[in-house]
């Protein structure tokens, strides 16, 4: 139904100039949620999509959320504008794309009309723990014996990617 208001009836065969109609052809954005196994925020040979993780999306009037299939997910029947799209990451999990702190946690896509945007993707790691002591190996047969004492005061440096001059935690 289309209703244009303010126009002089001024009976049949009148002429009115300056009104315009447009249409748009409705979008949609879709993406992947996979399990980065080696949390090198890329999709890998082996890399497994995670169901059931929440996808959110906001923006142009559109607010809603959905849950992976397979890894998969779809948001259609988008007008154009601009959509924020993210994800509830779960506890024991830590998300790898979009790279945290470098970019953003979210995806930021201007959907035009009838545009398909795809790989929208996110990709998360299980939470790890690293574990070590250090000795004074004094035999130096690179046991941790009865001979070996605990070294007290050391600091560990841990690095995301060899040769990085910046520690991820020390």
């Known amino acids: 139904t289309l209703e244009i208001l303010n126009i002089p009836n001024e009976g049949a065969g009148q002429t009115y100039d300056g009104y315009r109609f447009g249409n748009y052809e409705l979008g949609s954005i879709a993406g992947f949620k996979w399990h980065d196994e080696n949390a090198n925020g890329g999709i890998d040979v082996g890399d497994e999509g995670l169901p059931n993780w929440n996808i959110w999306i906001e923006g142009a009037s559109y ?16 007008a154009p504008g601009v959509y924020e799209i993210g994800e509830n990451v779960e506890e024991g999990w830590v998300q790898t794309y979009p790279s945290i702190p470098l970019d953003s946690e979210t995806h930021t896509v201007t959907v035009t009309s009838g545009q398909v945007v795809v790989n929208v993707n996110f990709g998360n790691v299980g939470d790890s723990t690293i574990a070590g002591s250090k000795w004074n190996d004094e035999d130096g047969d690179g046991e941790h014996g009865d001979e070996g004492t605990p070294e007290e005061d050391f600091t560990f440096n841990l690095y995301r990617v060899e040769g990085e001059s910046e520690p991820v935690f020390v």
């Open 63 to 78: 607010n809603d959320n959905t849950n992976t299939e397979g890894g998969t997910y779809v948001f259609s029947e988008l």
